[in-house]
């Protein structure tokens, strides 16, 4: 499953991009509307710094502005992918943008049935929002898990998990087998973290230190420099 990050923020990008574990980002109006700056300027920048597909998402809610923002939007960059709400109008906006070779990610994709029009669509990404299906106390595992089923196996729209609150419904999004997650910076750096994994790089580093002369062979070996032999 691939990883993308959910967020407005250069910034926080730019720090989680150094991992090399992202392969695209999501914005939405609401993440960009929290960033001071041109939100041009700002989803050319995050298209860079992930080098892969970064959701822009339309504004207008009739197929005509949703097709003049979309193009508009896909002029900015070549990763451009465009974000559009699920809705008849958002429909078909998507099969005219798809038919003009522009890539897009239907938001707000709540059901099964709702994804099987989006991929009927052309839709490249189906965006299913777990957390807030959770907040609605509708168990989005299901949700997710329903429309992974109906969209079958040999399915070209690919299923985004989005709306992500804990390292957990990236896993449980996996298991499930949607393509991609795109997740917030806070839910990335919570899923680095376990007790035992700081507790062996102390260990380790603990040991290592017990032997003040392996500390100086390993800097002898650095100061060689040569260029590994492969
Ligand atoms: O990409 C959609 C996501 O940003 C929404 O997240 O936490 O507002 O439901 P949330």
Redesign the pocket.
């Known amino acids: 499953m691939k990883l993308f990050i959910?967020t407005g923020s250069v910034a926080e990008v730019e720090e989680i991009a150094a991992w090399g574990v992202l392969s695209g980002a999501?914005t939405?109006p609401?993440?960009l509307s929290k960033e001071e700056g041109d939100p041009g300027d700002i989803l050319r920048r995050i298209c860079e710094l992930v080098d892969g597909p970064t959701s822009a998402e339309v504004v207008s809610t009739e197929p005509e502005g949703m097709v003049a923002e979309g193009r508009a939007l896909a002029r900015l960059h070549p990763h451009v992918v465009v974000k559009v709400p699920f809705s008849a109008a958002g429909l078909t906006a998507t099969r005219e943008l798809t038919s003009e070779g522009i890539r897009v990610n239907m938001?707000l994709v709540f059901s099964a049935t709702q994804a099987l029009l989006t991929a009927e669509a052309g839709a490249t990404y189906v965006?299913c929002?777990m957390?807030?299906v959770d907040d609605i106390s509708v168990d989005s595992a299901a949700v997710v898990g329903e429309i992974v089923d109906a969209l079958g196996p040999d399915r070209e729209a690919q299923v985004l998990a989005?709306?992500l609150?804990n390292p957990m419904h990236a896993v449980t999004a996996a298991s499930l087998g949607c393509e991609v997650a795109?997740v917030p910076g806070k839910v990335l750096k919570q899923m680095l973290v376990h007790p035992l994994t700081e507790a062996g790089i102390e260990r380790f580093a603990s040991d290592w230190q017990s032997r003040p002369e392996f500390g100086e062979w390993l800097q002898g070996l650095v100061s060689q420099g040569e260029p590994v032999a492969r």
């Open positions: 959910d999501t939405n609401t993440l938001t965006s929002f957390g807030r989005a709306s609150r795109t």
